[in-house]
């Protein structure tokens, strides 16, 4: 299968009922696909205009699930299955989409999941990420699809504190560097070599970027 030219991002959104942390984690989820689909769409424009075929730019869809609208249905309706998916949730409530029905078959799977400080120490760590990804994985290879690697984000919950930063910048650079690791994996339809990274300086992030109520 060729570079994919269109793609699913999908939300896999924790309920809405979930505690403060869960939510901001979430939240933090929703931003890292931001991030992604801003970036892309950067990567793709400049990718076609040095080749002169602005027609060769992938497209991006954004669902959330399980609470997709029914405009964004009938949108996937009409527009048919993708050859790529991405999936963003937050790894302290794993939730795998049903995704068979809306990706061409072997379609490539990739993860993104905002995991919190605690489950970024060393001892459980590893341990964590396995069980937040694990499962994605599995259903992805039960349906017949490639599952394709994933980035673990800990600390994410300062994430929502630093969304005015620059993307380079000191604080937002070792996750902006990583998602776009990820952007080349999905661009050339290749394996992501699945890593984990945090924001940086988050201790200095949590006082200079107080949560903006």
Known sequence: MGAPQRILLVHAKAPADSPEPLRELDQAAGLLLDDFAEAFAVYARLSAAGHGNAAAIPSLQRISLPDMSTGTQGALGETGRFDAAVIGFAAECPHVPEL?????????????????????????????????????????????????????????????????SPRMGMFRRPVSEAIDRLILSVRTASPFASEAVRPGACRLARRLHPFRR
């Open 100 to 164: 068979s029905h809306m990706v061409v078959p072997g379609a490539r799977v990739y993860a993104v999941g905002a995991l919190a400080d605690v489950a970024a120490s060393d001892g459980a760590d590893q341990r964590n990420i396995d069980e937040a990804f694990g499962a994605l994985a599995q259903a992805c290879r039960r349906d017949g699809l490639a599952w394709s690697g994933h980035l673990a984000v800990a600390s994410a919950e300062v994430l929502p504190r630093l969304t005015r």
